[in-house]
């Protein structure tokens, strides 16, 4: 399955458009918390939905396996990790929870990625205008990815303030990045050989001693075991990259690659 990639939060996708005009969007769903986790030891985890706009919000839940390949993210069905209830209806100021219920144990000391994609389902067109004018309004269809990461035995990457472990004990990423050239495109490729994901965010490449951009907010995830790229501008001479990794507030310096 093919969905937009490097998506975090919020996707919008325009469902008719009668000229230009305002957007119908009388639903908004806050989801919490935004980064669930399954630990080893935990058959279930908890995604809360709420319902802060002004009209019911008819929503379906699904979960995708999630890996990287040829450098893009990948979405594919499984069984292993149940969203239930898989349809929801809620009321303006309500909320809904939804259970995600892992059908079987994680290999040990490995994490796995899942992709909790909740779709709004559209409801009827409101009635047309009676004076023989044309409806000038955007019908919009809300879709949400919220990350999902499951652990087996001997691995945990999130802290918890209700579990007293030794943070030396987590799993981390283990980053690297090089400069590849292809197609006629020059790229940065980060890869991580850790055990767990990399949330990349605030990368910056050093250029002649100056610190630019590579990407300003969310960069996107690398998973274990993956590659992904990132385009740079034609001539650019990078010497370090760092940027913050799974949140941590101190920036990263990524070693280089040989």
Known sequence: ??????????????????????????????IWPIDPVLEADQQASALWLENR???TANLQIRVFAWNQS????????????IGSPPLAKIAPGQKQLVRLTRTKSMPPGQE????????????????????????????????YSVPLFAYGDGLWSKPDTTRPRDPKSAGVPQLTWRKVTEGG???????????????????????????????EGLAGYVLPGASMRWPVADGAVATALQGHVNGIDTPQVISQAH
């Open 1 to 30: 399955m093919k969905l937009p990639s490097r998506a975090f939060g919020a996707w919008l996708v325009c469902l008719g458009v009668l000229h230009a005009m305002p957007a119908l969007a009388a639903s908004s769903v806050l």
């Open 53 to 55: 706009g002004t009209e």
């Open 70 to 81: 040829n450098y893009d993210d990948q979405y594919q069905n499984q069984r292993d990790v």
């Open 112 to 143: 796995q990625a899942y992709r909790i994609i909740i779709d709004e389902i559209p409801g009827a067109q409101p009635p047309g205008p009676t004076d023989g004018k044309t409806a000038a309004a955007i019908r919009f269809q809300m879709r």
């Open 185 to 215: 495109r020059n790229f940065v490729e980060i890869r991580n050989q850790g055990p767990v994901h990399a949330r990349l965010t605030d990368m910056t490449l050093q250029q002649g001693g100056q610190a630019k951009p590579l990407v």
